[in-house]
């Protein structure tokens, strides 16, 4: 996948933005991958911003590509999304253009385009570029989610698979502290090592990693 995110990188940064994200949301799971600030990777996911995110909503409304902004989103939005864009805002997401990808069964795509300045002509300059990049970067994550990574130089202690393989199989904390005979914050302890060890944004997304890259 490392290929295709530099290809699309390199696309958006021609085309004056400077981050590119592809969202996949089906009902509470979320599969994520770009280049917006690491911190606001982390905050979204662990928020579940999606759920919330004005331009998914908008995206699932939509089946054309649209142009947003803080003051374009600004009708008639919650008290939690007017403090969401306020959040992106201080990650210096300011507008950007958005692509809903058809999926079905529920899933809801989205492609985006964003910039730290506000873009007022950029739906004129690449709306179908943006759509034709969508729609292949769709194909490529489908697959990259689907098929296993091989082993990768990641070593993880034998508690931090046990614990990463408990959650897993969707055990909580206080659930994996009463099995392997340990206490709570041991727990979050090994979770917390094998999350930066795997380089992920949250405990989550180190469990999905870990599965992966056949760690667990």
């Known amino acids: 996948m490392a290929p295709v995110k530099a290809a699309v990188k390199e696309f958006a940064g021609q085309l004056g933005f400077d981050w590119f994200a592809y969202l996949s949301v089906c009902g509470p799971e979320i599969d994520t991958f770009s ?5 606001w990777q982390g905050h979204y996911i662990n928020k579940k911003y999606a759920t919330i995110d004005p331009v998914v909503q908008e995206a699932r409304r939509s089946e054309r590509c649209f142009a947003w902004s803080e003051r374009d989103l600004a009708r008639a939005l919650s008290p939690d999304q007017v403090r969401f864009l306020g959040e992106a805002g201080d990650h210096g997401i300011a507008s950007g253009i958005s692509v809903p990808v058809s999926a079905g069964f529920g899933r809801t795509v989205l492609f985006t385009l964003a910039s730290s300045n506000r873009c ?5 300059e690449c709306p179908f570029l943006a759509a034709s990049i969508a729609s292949h970067v769709d194909v490529y994550a489908r697959r990259w989610m689907l098929e296993p990574m091989p082993a ?11 614990c990463l393989s408990w959650m897993a199989k969707g055990k909580r904390m206080s659930e994996i ?3 392997v005979g340990t206490k709570v914050r041991t727990v979050e302890y090994h979770l917390q090592n094998a999350r930066r060890k795997l380089d992920a944004t949250n405990v989550t997304h180190a469990v999905a990693l870990a599965v992966r890259q056949q760690l667990i």
């Open 120 to 124: 007022d002509n950029c739906l004129v």
């Open 152 to 162: 990768v130089a990641v070593k993880l202690s034998p508690r931090e698979r046990l």
């Open 177 to 179: 502290a009463q099995i």
């Open 35 to 39: 280049t917006y600030p690491r911190a």
